[in-house]
């Protein structure tokens, strides 16, 4: 069965210092992989997303992830936070026989100092 | 941008009573699902709905639940006999024919059970 370990229950970063979630998996094939946002009290955004091809995905609002397959990692990466990006993110692995299908970690609460 | 969407926002119940959520999935969209997010938990995949029969379904998904697709733009999610467990956030979702295609999130209907 598939699976995803977000390893940080809690980050805190400071405005503008870069940040890293860290994102394992478990999946028996090439497996499809996301990263959500979600604020509070509210629905999953996508950030992005791989299936195949480049393993340096890039997203929506400045994030990036990387694909890597000997790691079984896909960790989202940015720059320089902004306070907007106060959240909760989840990766999640996604069934590539069920394509919509996805397994979700624990999430990853981030706050952002000023 | 086309979007899935979800009525009510939030809906309050009586233990025992049944509920209906509404999802209007993205209109060319040929795949469904549900999902379920427990307040402060990881978001929980139901079951995947596809040429009007359950596709397939978690451990969660049990007789309580049925979902149907009643006419060409609805996709519901009925809980029969509601417990105080059920509360929930609970997400629809949607997407297109094809292998690596990634499903879209509606914002969600926030279910209390009282």
């Known amino acids: 069965a598939q699976s995803v370990t977000q390893p940080d229950i809690h980050i805190t970063v400071s405005e503008g210092a870069s940040l890293e979630l860290r994102c394992n998996y478990s999946y028996g094939a090439t497996p499809y992989l996301f990263w959500y946002v979600q604020s509070p009290g509210q629905g999953l955004q996508l950030l992005l997303k791989?299936?195949?091809?480049?393993?340096l995905v890039q997203g929506i609002k400045g994030f990036e992830a990387e694909f890597k397959r000997s790691q079984s990692s896909f960790n989202l990466r940015k720059p320089s936070v902004h306070w907007s990006d106060a959240a909760e993110y989840f990766c999640a692995v996604g069934d590539n026989t069920n394509a919509g299908k996805s397994t979700f970690g624990d999430g990853t609460t981030l706050t952002v100092k000023p | 941008e086309p979007e899935v969407t979800q009525t009510p926002s939030h809906q309050v119940t009586q233990m025992g009573q049944e509920v209906i959520l509404r999802c209007v999935p993205i209109?060319?969209?040929?795949?469904f699902y549900w999902y379920r997010q427990i307040l402060g938990q990881k978001v929980e995949f139901l079951v995947s709905f596809y040429n009007n029969e359950i596709s397939e379904k978690s451990e969660i998904f049990d007789d309580q639940f049925s979902v149907e697709r009643p006419d060409g733009s609805n996709f519901t999610l009925k809980i029969r006999s509601t417990k105080l467990e059920d509360s929930a956030m609970y997400f629809c979702?949607?997407?297109?024919?094809?292998?690596?295609?990634?499903?879209?999130f509606g914002q969600g209907t926030r279910l209390t059970v009282v």
């Open positions: 791989y299936f195949s091809g480049d393993t």
């Open positions: 979702a949607s997407r297109v024919r094809g292998g690596n295609t990634e499903a879209f």
């Open positions: 209109s060319n969209h040929l795949y």
